[in-house]
């Protein structure tokens, strides 16, 4: 297999980070919506408020807050704006000491509007100590697409990712004061990458790449809630997840020299998502107010390259990535106005692990800052509804990365993307609660 296909597959560690091209998302990819009361209060009461199912996911402990059987369903709409500005894009010509401008528009808005994150979950009271539940949302995922003459086309083209976490959990109370849970994560994920591949001649229409892959895998998780009144301390710690993606990666409309390149062949690609602790504060256990504080940490600095591991004979591809580890923290707070209605506000600041040396399109990450808002109101003794806002504030960051087609090769073309990342983001997210 000649020397181009080789760096063809090299697209394939894309599977683990096409994600992150979402600016709205928590640090790179990891998607925090999964509640409607911790988007209104800007995810700060995450392994602590045990106010319903959706605090399963985020501390399993909290159940042992939940009487009899109780169900929420959620549903957040992200409003997303993302934009590259180019400054200078260029290609290289094989054989010339020169390279030209690659040209072509600003790619659009990638993201369709708006993003649907959906989630839900169930606990259930087995007796006075034991509690078991279920919570399903996608932590992963996103629908990106630039224009077919995006200037970074080179680098990216359309991403789509689908993911599908079940998580069984069980919580028992240990005397009054402290709770356990843990759970099992068994995630599914399913990642469809593109991107043109440059021909020869500038003046030739592009190539195209596509890889595709899929894989399921099992994590774990478990938190500890603890009741010092007026005080309530909750930590949680969710384990890495190790995927081995397996799939396709097809080379197509490559011209003249190249045209032997053009195939489709199995590829695998392993993936390992960080592991996550989370400490949470809340001052206010039986007050009509309440004031939540999170701390988060990524441990993202293990994602430091990709093995990519093609069949026929090709040998490895590696791929830095050199992401760092990273951090969050919020505050919020909420008041009941009456038992009908309780309003609630928040701030956080999400630090990117992604390094300025390794940002690309497909991963314009960038620190962000949270506002929100939402409210609760309690419709009848069994239901609820829940209703969260927040705008989200991404910093600008600039690309200036360059990567070679064909390398070791006569044909050898090196692109260089240089652009200005901007983006914002708005977050609806509603949900319904139910209790028997």
């Known amino acids: 297999m000649t020397k181009p296909l080789t760096y063809g597959l090299r697209a394939l560690p894309a599977l683990a980070i096409l994600c992150s091209a979402n600016p709205a998302f928590a640090g790179a990819f990891l998607i925090q919506e999964q509640s409607a009361k911790e988007t209104g209060r800007a995810l700060s009461g995450a392994a602590v408020a045990a106010d319903g199912p959706a605090s399963i996911y985020f501390n399993p402990a909290s159940m042992t807050k939940l009487d009899g059987v109780q169900v929420e369903a959620a549903s957040q709409f992200l409003f997303l704006t993302a934009s590259q500005e180019d400054q200078g894009s260029t290609r290289g010509v094989p054989g010339l000491p020169v390279s030209v401008p690659t040209g072509g528009s600003n790619g659009g808005n990638p993201f369709p509007q708006p993003l649907l994150v959906p989630s839900g979950a169930i606990s259930a009271q087995l007796s006075d100590n034991v509690w078991a539940g279920l919570a399903v949302n996608a932590p992963f995922g996103l629908i990106a697409q630039y224009d077919d003459d ?42 469809e990458l593109t991107n043109a591949v440059p021909n020869l001649s500038p003046t030739a229409p592009d190539g195209f790449a596509r890889v595709k892959g899929d894989d399921i895998s099992i994590g774990w998780n478990a938190g500890i809630m603890v009741d010092l009144a007026p005080v309530r301390i909750g930590a949680h710690y969710r384990s890495q997840v190790k995927q081995n993606l397996e799939g396709t990666f097809e080379l197509s409309g490559l011209l003249g020299p190249l045209a032997g390149n053009n195939a489709t062949v199995d590829a695998t690609a392993p993936l390992t998502l960080p592991d996550i602790a989370t400490l949470s504060i809340q001052l206010g256990t039986d007050t009509p107010w309440r004031v939540f504080g999170t701390w988060r940490y990524y441990d993202w600095s293990d994602f430091k390259e990709i093995a990519i591991y093609p069949e026929g004979g090709v040998p490895p591809q590696i791929s830095e990535q050199n992401y760092k580890d990273s951090w969050s923290m919020s505050l919020g707070g909420e008041y009941d106005v009456s038992d009908k209605l309780t309003l609630r506000a928040g701030t956080a600041f999400d630090e990117s692990p992604i390094t300025d040396a390794y940002r690309s399109a497909r991963v314009p990450d960038a620190d962000r800052v949270w506002a929100s808002v939402g409210l609760t109101y309690q419709m009848s003794d069994r239901f609820s509804a829940n209703l969260g806002y927040s705008h989200v504030f991404v910093n600008d960051a600039p690309l200036n990365r360059t990567d070679a087609f064909f390398e070791g090769t006569p044909a050898e073309i090196a692109t260089t993307i240089r652009s200005d990342s901007s983006g914002n983001a708005d977050i609806l997210a509603v949900s319904l609660g139910a209790r028997f």
């Open 150 to 191: 995006f200037f970074g086309r080179y680098d990216t083209l359309r991403a789509d990712v689908f993911t599908l976490n079940v998580q069984p959990s069980l919580a028992v109370k240990i005397g009054d004061n402290v709770s356990v849970g843990a759970g099992v994560d068994v995630q599914y994920i399913d990642v």
